[in-house]
């Protein structure tokens, strides 16, 4: 029987059932077919033959190379292969494709024995278009010379009139099998994969494409050598109308394998580098993945063609979680499976991708082709910056990712700063104007929302590394540019409230960030205000408007004022949904914080702990986010006494910001001051007084000396001063210390007002410094003050104004307040014993304090008190860590004292036995440690 002539509908016809059919099961495929073909007999057998033949090649029909009308459907007996081709040794047969036949076959010449693979045209394919077909992939590799590239070694034509052509015969494995069974790591496939890349790149040097990337034609030996093979379906880009253009126009077959083709190729639109940039894409998402971008079980073509034009692949960090369907030669798999063919688990593997994996795989897998990485070579460097900790290119934050990365490097970035926010409005409005089309096309709505939200945060993290005095340009500083906007915006803004708004939090930000937090709240405040004002933007917009509020709210030393404002934006944005993940991430975050200023360390824990696993999963490992919840985190454990946990978490912290920010950004500055304090309390007070004497360097040179930031990082250095001064009675450290704290004291009032919990800190802390030096009328005003100031913001019970408390208790014991100073020391006391700082080192200190004046003033009772207090304070130190153990030995003395004054003699000698060796390895000479040990140690 033959076959009706096969006009352009018939062989379209064709064409559609045998893809339909290959999708089916093999056992579902018979009943489909005799229903879809109904009673044309010879479509069937036409179908069953080229189902036969994908069978046998699984190549072919993903490349259809031969026009239709040339094909000859009726059955035929298959010729054997030749003995020879050319001078070599045919031997069994390696593969057949739709044009062509490759063997393998051998070549003795001087003794040398030589295998190499021969592809000929497959008898009585003798159109003009096959033979122009396998001329152009032979002048394709011709010009191509790279070591992983498959040799063209010698071609020629057959007896029979059959051109062909040899080439190196490689003896591997596809390059995703070889990976599984090798069970290489995502390090060892990216760098793999790298090697396919300059392959690739180097036949894009010589103006080919290869059209048809995919692992059965990237071949990886037993020694580990890549080899690109089959050009079959290159192109030639300078050469447009030879072999593949005209075959395209007169047989109405694309030249593609519908798995791996680029977009434009399956609508047939242009074909440049881009198409196998995007095949690359799909390679690297299969080897890191093991899950195909886009097939699932039961699709067909023309679903995963829609998928292919329509629809986002899945994040790569996000697929591992489930288990892979069959594919090509992939049988199904497990997701436990898949993470052990990578030396992994899905938790593991999951982590490792997400963040710049994730943001590289999908720029390789953008839609547009010009959006896609610009060569096969971009592609490559841009995972070996990964692999490097530097910047990629394809963070979804690429602007401010990158500007920030160049502002580390160049001192002349602020100008860049004054353009930014001059272009953010236009930038602003065009989102604004698309967030108006979101209930027919809210996907892209909410990328654009996204974009704006990370150009606005792209400018805030530039003020964040910069000082509100520095210049733009020659004339005009950036508190100054941001002055300006403001006066400006009654009038400019008049008719547009929801850009108004928008434009009020963002100089609202860029004064926070500045550390003008007084400039800051009324137009935070008055952004708020206005969305409410207009309620159809709630859940799109309220959210963040409130989390602003909240947080300059907090900043500005309000932070029992800042919790409901930020338990509302919690609630805006839990209840929209997944579009305000980041935002409710961030929320969340900022709610710790505050749970932190107010001491409520297990609500602070359960909020930033969700808000850390919130931006893991957005964001991955690696961003800024990241690191900042994970500093707020930190704080917490620290707080609770959890030193180790904190010092764990922090330094995961800093290396995130660190390589998201670059060293000298303010955000970088807070996450190792925090380190080094903990360090610090850790027993390192040599490496925590070089770290914060580097860091006030950095401030000071990058944003000034009145940042709130420099002034915090100054108030560390001078608590080092101050506590070497008071060990080793150094009157030099004590000159330095109060230097320090008063520069620090008057930036702090200047930038965030003189009532600010932080000024009464520093304000405690000066009057200790005054009050060792001798001036104790000097101290008592100072402390005095910092008690108004912090019970006034924060509460007298609070464990920041505890310390306060406890050396203004100091202060009036050296004035002989005896009283006075007993009292309000036993009122800390027993605040701490009862409150959320129990186990800190405030606590300890405290503890010690009240002995101390008990024991000095001798009354009828308080020499059992003053022991109570001594063994609580010796306990809680028996389990410090080692910065804090260091306040052991004066405690210890000082129970020994009390001990004397019990009558308790001889537990009094033991205990100071005991004692004295730790006691003469931290006492210095003329310090009062020392002075306390001789006096207990001489002859009584």
Not at 404 to 415: C, D, Q, S
Request: proline share 6%.
């Amino acid at each position: 029987m033959t076959s009706p002539p096969m006009d352009e509908a018939r062989w379209r016809r064709l064409e559609h059932l045998c893809f339909e059919a290959l999708e089916l099961d093999r056992g579902e495929r018979a009943e489909w077919l005799d229903r879809e073909c109904g009673g044309d007999h010879a479509l069937r057998m036409e179908v069953d033959r080229l189902i036969v033949a994908h069978d046998q090649e699984p190549g072919f029909l993903g490349r259809p190379l031969l026009d239709p009308a040339s094909i000859d459907l009726t059955p035929s007996i298959e010729a054997p292969p030749p003995a020879t081709i050319g001078s070599y040794q045919v031997g069994r047969l390696l593969g057949r494709g739709g044009m062509g036949e490759v063997y393998l076959a051998t070549r003795e010449s001087d003794g040398v024995h030589q295998s190499v693979a021969i592809k000929v045209v497959r008898p009585g394919m003798g159109a003009t278009d096959i033979l122009d077909r396998f001329r152009q992939e032979r002048r394709i590799l011709a010009g191509l010379d790279h070591p992983n590239i498959a040799r063209l070694l010698d071609a020629g034509v057959t007896g029979d009139g059959r051109p062909y052509f040899v080439l190196e015969h490689v003896d591997g494995l596809p390059i995703d099998a070889y990976c599984d069974q090798r069970r290489l790591t995502i390090e060892a496939r990216l760098a793999l994969f790298q090697v396919v890349c300059s392959a690739v790149q180097h036949a894009h040097h010589r103006l080919v494409v290869h059209r048809d990337l995919k692992p059965s034609n990237i071949l990886v030996t037993t020694d580990g050598v890549v080899k690109l093979l089959d050009f079959g379906i290159g192109k030639i880009l300078d050469d447009p109308l030879e072999g593949d253009a005209a075959f395209e126009t007169r047989s109405q077959v694309r030249l593609l394998t519908p798995d791996y083709a680029a977009p434009e190729q399956v609508t047939g639109g242009t074909i440049t580098t881009a198409s196998d940039v995007y095949s690359l894409g799909v390679l690297l998402y299969e080897l890191l993945t093991g899950h195909h971008p886009y097939r699932t079980t039961g699709a067909r073509r023309s679903d995963l063609e829609r998928a292919i034009l329509d629809t986002a692949p899945r994040r790569p960090s996000t697929i591992v979680a489930s288990g892979a369907p069959a594919h090509g030669s992939q049988p199904a798999r497990t997701a436990p499976e898949i993470g052990r063919q990578r030396q992994s688990d899905p938790t593991r593997l999951r982590r490792r991708l997400a963040g710049d994996l994730d943001n590289i795989i999908s720029m390789a897998l953008r839609k547009e082709p010009e959006r896609r990485y610009p060569s096969a070579s971009a592609f490559a460097e841009d995972l070996q910056r990964h692999l490097e900790g530097h910047p990629v290119r394809a963070r979804p934050d690429t602007v401010r990712y990158r500007a920030a990365k160049f502002m580390m490097r160049n001192a002349g970035w602020v100008t860049a700063a004054g353009m930014a926010l001059v272009a953010l409005g236009t930038t602003t409005a065009v989102t604004l104007r698309q967030s108006r089309r979101v209930a027919i096309e809210s996907a892209r709505v909410a990328a654009e929302r996204d974009k704006a939200f990370e150009v606005r945060s792209f400018l805030m993290e530039m003020f964040g590394a910069s000082g509100a005095s520095q210049s733009v340009g020659d004339t005009v500083t950036i508190r100054r540019l941001l002055d300006l906007q403001v006066a400006s915006l009654d009038k400019t803004y008049a008719t547009q409230p929801e850009l108004k708004a928008e434009m009020l939090e963002v100089l609202a930000d860029g004064y926070d960030r500045l550390g003008l937090i007084q400039d800051a709240l009324p137009l935070a405040q008055a952004a708020v205000d206005l969305r409410r004002a207009h309620p159809e933007t709630e859940g799109a917009e309220l959210g963040p408007a409130l989390n602003l509020l909240g947080w300059v709210t907090h900043e500005s030393g309000r932070s029992a004022e800042a919790e409901p404002i930020l338990r509302e934006a919690i609630a805006v944005q839990r209840a929209a949904g997944p579009p305000q993940r980041e935002g409710l991430a961030r929320s969340l975050n900022d709610l710790g914080v505050v749970f932190n200023a107010l001491a409520r360390y297990p609500a602070a824990d359960t909020v930033l702990t969700e808000a850390f696993a919130l931006r893991l999963d957005l964001l991955g490992p690696d961003h800024r986010s990241v690191g900042i919840t994970g500093n707020n985190l930190a704080a917490t454990y620290y707080f609770s006494g959890r030193l180790p946990d904190a010092i764990r978490v922090q330094e995961l912290a800093v290396e995130a910001i660190r390589r998201s920010l670059g060293p000298e950004h303010q955000r970088t500055v807070v996450a190792m001051s925090n380190l080094a304090a903990f360090r610090r309390t850790n027993g390192d007070w040599a490496g925590a007084e070089s770290t914060f004497r580097e860091l006030l360097a950095i401030q000071e040179r990058v944003q000034g000396p009145d940042h709130p930031v420099t002034a915090r990082t100054r108030t560390q250095v001078a608590q080092m001063l101050l506590e070497r001064g008071m060990d080793r009675a150094d009157s030099a450290a004590l000159t330095a210390a109060e230097s320090e704290y008063r520069l620090a004291l008057g930036a702090l009032e200047r930038s965030l007002g003189a009532d600010h919990p932080q000024v009464g800190v520093t304000l405690a802390a000066l009057a200790l410094v005054v009050s060792e030096r001798g001036d104790q009328p000097g101290a008592l005003a100072l402390g005095e003050r910092a008690l108004q100031v912090l019970a006034r913001s924060l509460g007298r019970t609070h464990p920041t104004t505890l310390p306060a408390l406890t050396r203004l208790a100091l202060v009036r014991w050296r004035l002989g307040q005896v009283d006075w100073a007993i009292d309000h020391q036993r009122e800390a006391v027993e605040a701490y014993r009862t409150g959320a700082a129990s186990a800190s080192p405030d606590a300890s200190r405290a503890e010690g304090g009240l002995c101390d004046f008990l024991l000095g003033r001798g009354g009828a009772g308080d020499a059992a008190e003053a022991a109570s207090s001594c063994a609580r304070a010796a306990t809680a130190l028996n389990s410090a860590p080692p910065g804090v153990r260091r306040n052991a030995p004066y405690v210890f003395l000082r129970l020994v004292q009390a001990y004397r004054a019990l009558g308790r003699g001889r537990e009094a000698d033991s205990l100071l036995a005991t004692v004295l060796p730790m006691v003469d390895s931290m006492a210095a000479p003329g310090g009062s440690l020392r002075l306390l040990r001789d006096s207990l140690a001489s002859p009584r």
